[in-house]
């Protein structure tokens, strides 16, 4: 197998070219990572690949018992779309569960004082529960027989 990688370069030789890093190209410091990180998460879970190639409306609206149209958030009945504030809301609610877990795991760190390490596990359980806790309603609203 090897010997069919080697046969293009039997006849073709790769270029001795010397590349060195521009002086300007710094590594970037973890917050940063961290930060271009969580945007592209919620960006991702938000769905706004979705959003741009099917173009759905902010919000939708439903007419009650009266005729009068009442704004909605959520598109009930349909697992594949959503509107573009509903998207936004599960995303916030996802990196809301992702930033307590994170927070969580720097509970860890060996030279932390006790009280600093409470309050960091009590902010990271109650980030990680209401986040569990909205996007259960979230699935009870869009999807209402669905846990009952």
Partial sequence: MESFYRLPFNFVQCPNIKLKKPSWIRKPSNSTVL???????????????????????????????????KPVAFMAWRINGQYIMEGLAAAFMFTLGGLGFILLDQT???????????LMILC?????LVAYGATKIFIRIKMPSYLS
């Fill in 35 to 69: 930060f271009g990180l969580l945007v592209s998460y919620f960006l991702v879970t938000a769905g706004v690949i979705y959003d741009i190639i099917v173009e759905p409306p902010s919000v939708g609206s439903t007419t009650d018992e009266f005729g009068h149209h």
């Fill in 108 to 118: 860890n760190k060996p030279n932390m004082p006790r009280l600093n390490r409470v």
């Fill in 124 to 128: 990271s359980f109650i980030f990680i």
